[in-house]
């Protein structure tokens, strides 16, 4: 059974950092793209980056391009996101997500419960 | 970016109806697009993908259609279970974008 589960989520001031992760399972991991999608209280989905199987590929939303790093760990079965000069506008639950097999733009096949980030002084 | 406009915003029906929602594309994007199903709480369910392809394991009462544009994604028999949020998600090019949901509610 595939399982995505993220932590790391919390409260932060603006301005600050934190970082995300997402321990995978059930599947071979590094074959797989990972992406990093957000969803702000009241609001829909926001894709936010994601990574290709072998590092090789990385896209960014321009919201985010700049103060968020993408990276995996094949090793481990872990997907992160650094998350640098954090706003306000930030605040979301932030959900890892399984996509492509090796790389390329495509549909999300299975979802973590996500991670909960709160922006504020 | 290809901006995604899903319709209505909010939907109120009865178990047994059958319920469509719309999802426009502002360019084509031939039949690169994906149905989710959010419920709160709860981590995103794929639906369909491809515009047509349904999901291993979703109940044959959903279904999508359309190519280019304009799609849909139709529940032949809405079911109790069936009450949430659905976005459609294009990904014929990054950014990858989602529509703005469509919450189906008891009426």
């Known amino acids: 059974e595939v399982q995505l589960v993220e932590s790391g989520g919390g409260l932060v001031q603006p301005g600050g950092s934190l970082r995300l992760s997402c321990a995978a399972s059930g599947f071979t991991f590094s074959t797989y793209s990972m992406h990093w999608v957000r969803q702000a209280p009241g609001k829909g989905l926001e894709w936010v980056s994601d990574i290709s199987s072998t590092t090789s590929t990385i896209f960014y939303a321009d919201s985010v391009k700049g103060r968020f790093t993408i990276s995996r760990d094949n090793a481990k079965n872990s997907l992160y996101l650094q998350m640098n000069s954090l706003r306000d506008e930030d605040t979301a639950v932030y959900y890892c997500?399984?996509?492509?097999?090796?790389?390329?733009?495509?549909?999300?096949?299975?979802w973590g419960q996500g991670t909960l980030v709160t922006v504020s002084s | 970016d290809i901006q995604m406009t899903q319709s209505p915003s909010t939907l109120s029906a009865s178990v047994g109806d059958r319920v469509t929602i719309t999802c426009r594309a502002s360019?084509?994007?031939?039949?690169?697009l994906a149905w989710y199903q959010h419920k709160p709480g709860k981590a995103p369910k794929l639906l369909i993908y491809?515009?047509?392809s349904l999901e291993s394991g979703v109940p044959s009462r959903f279904s999508g259609s359309g190519s280019g544009t304009e799609f849909t994604l139709t529940i032949s028999s809405l079911q109790p279970d069936d009450f949430a949020t659905y976005y459609c998600?294009?990904?014929?090019?990054?950014?990858?974008?989602f529509g703005g949901g469509t919450k189906v509610e008891i009426k």
């Open positions: 997500a399984r996509g492509a097999y090796g790389s390329g733009s495509y549909y999300l096949g299975y």
């Open positions: 998600q294009q990904y014929n090019s990054y950014p990858l974008t």
């Open positions: 360019q084509s994007i031939i039949s690169w």
């Open positions: 491809k515009a047509s």
